[in-house]
């Protein structure tokens, strides 16, 4: 099966084959040495000298750590969100009382860096600004090196879901001034869901020591302290470590920078090849995601059939559109690890099904 979904991705077989691995005492000298590898690497992958916090969670659980250990009930954040993620931050911020002004783009647009200064004069009394990085649900970049520097220059703490970029495409943690970044497992690190991981800067733990939002198993100061004992605060996924263990080598192998091209590459050779059947991209081209198209259902086509004859009959798997773009749009992962020819196959498929005679849906 051609698995083209933005996560979880297809796992290299060391991976799977680490995972097989016996259990060993998560509170033992084996499990403190392989952690420590493991956060050496992910830092690495951050490219932070900062502190990472990994934990047994979804990337959901990552993004609510982020928040509920920086925040307090009642404090003003603004969110900028272009799509179904940007939003679930929002949501997770107001569960826990925050005062959030949400502000929008239409969907498959990024935040214009104007934009971004323009919230922020229009907004002062902001303590924090909510980000994603990649938008998986509509295939697309922000352009957050330069969102980045407006917030710094603002002095609002920024929080950014990087859950589908980071280990994919350049996210600099340091360089960029980010200060709380969250990614998850099953992402671009081409290993199982089940770790999310989350950096905080100096002035995350400034924001730390004020924050007073609920929270006991998301607790990233108790998770920082076990670390620092080779442990974690709770039974971790102790499997999933041994995946990453397996993965982080072949991702640094040959330096981030290849990873990025591979992406680079992977994403323009989709968007070139689903143009040339005549489709039309959802989203804005100068911020079109490198790791995952999004993709108009093509015209006189069904949505839900086509995407059902591609699995059954050709063997890929295509997304949906979420949200209010289910039906509308469908979604070609190509992050983590995949070759050139799992795209080209995929596109392939596509192409010979598009071109195939169906019955055409009535009207
Ligand atoms: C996948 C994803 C998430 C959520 O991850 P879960 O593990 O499903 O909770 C959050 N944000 C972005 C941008 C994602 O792509």
Redesign the pocket.
Same mark, same amino acid.
């Given at each position: 099966m051609n698995l083209r979904i933005?996560?979880p991705t297809p796992c290299p077989p060391e991976v799977l084959e680490a995972m097989a691995g016996q259990m060993i005492n998560h509170r033992g000298p084996e499990f403190a040495s392989l952690q420590e590898r493991v956060l050496a690497g992910v830092k690495q992958v951050f490219q932070t000298s900062g502190d990472v916090m990994i934990l047994t969670c979804?990337? $959901?659980?990552g993004?609510e750590a982020a928040l509920v250990n920086t925040l307090s009930p009642g404090e003003k954040v603004l969110s900028a969100s272009i799509g179904a993620?940007g939003d679930?931050l929002a949501s997770i911020a107001e569960a826990y009382g925050a005062q959030v002004t949400r502000k929008t783009v239409e969907w498959g647009r990024a935040v214009e860096p104007e934009q971004m200064e323009a919230w922020l004069r229009q907004h002062p009394d902001v303590t924090a600004v909510l980000v994603?990085h990649?938008? $998986?649900s509509t295939g697309v970049t922000n352009p957050l090196r330069e969102i980045a520097q407006l917030v710094r220059r603002a002095d609002k703490l920024l929080i950014v879901?990087a859950?589908?970029s980071m280990s994919s495409i350049p996210c600099p943690v340091d360089e960029w001034g980010l200060d709380v970044v969250v990614s998850?497992s099953?992402?671009g690190w081409m290993v199982p869901?089940g770790l999310?991981f989350v950096s905080m800067s100096e002035r995350a733990w400034s924001a730390n020591a004020r924050a007073r939002m609920p929270r006991f198993y998301l607790d990233l100061a108790k998770q920082k302290a076990s670390q620092e004992k080779g442990q974690t605060a709770w039974t971790p996924a102790v499997s999933v470590y041994y995946g990453m263990d397996a993965a982080l080598p072949l991702l640094l192998r040959n330096g981030l920078q290849s990873v990025f091209e591979r992406h680079a590459a992977g994403g323009e050779h989709v968007r070139r090849r689903a143009k040339e059947l005549g489709l039309e991209l959802f989203a804005d081209e100068r911020y079109a995601s490198n790791t995952v198209t999004a993709v108009k259902a093509p015209a006189g086509r069904e949505l839900g059939p086509l995407l059902k004859t591609m699995r059954m009959e050709r063997n890929v798997v295509f997304a949906g559109g979420q949200g209010k773009l289910s039906g509308q749009i469908f979604r070609i992962g190509h992050l983590g690890y995949f070759s050139q020819g799992d795209l080209e196959g995929a596109m392939d498929a596509l192409r010979q099904e598009l071109s195939a005679a169906r019955a055409p849906v009535s009207a």
């Open positions: 933005p996560g979804a990337g $959901t659980g993004l993620f679930r994603t990649n938008e $998986t879901d859950v589908s998850g099953q992402k869901p999310s």
